[in-house]
């Protein structure tokens, strides 16, 4: 697997959007995997930093509503 941007093999895959990157393409982003609400309604999000990130791609900091696929 080479990387999106150049020829390189690819280190990892950006967590967010699924392009292959090589190491110097590579960026970190905290990566929010579940938001829940938690005692007393208060929003909690259980997050992994320093996910691989691409540096392209634009992640919504909120999950976004799809309607349409439904
Ligand atoms: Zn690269
Ligand atoms: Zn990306």
């Given amino acids: 697997m080479k990387c ?3 020829e390189k093999p690819a280190r990892g895959v950006c967590r967010f959007c699924g392009r292959a990157i090589c190491e110097d393409h590579t960026h ?3 990566y929010i ?3 829940y609400v938690g ?3 208060t ?3 259980i997050v992994v930093g320093d996910a ?3 540096g392209t791609c634009k992640p919504q900091p909120e999950p ?3 309607p349409e696929i439904y």
């Fill in 4 to 6: 999106f941007f150049c």
């Fill in 28 to 30: 970190t982003m905290p």
């Fill in 33 to 35: 995997i579940t938001v």
């Fill in 39 to 41: 005692e007393g309604n």
């Fill in 43 to 45: 929003p909690k999000s």
């Fill in 52 to 54: 691989l990130y691409c």
């Fill in 64 to 66: 976004i509503e799809m």
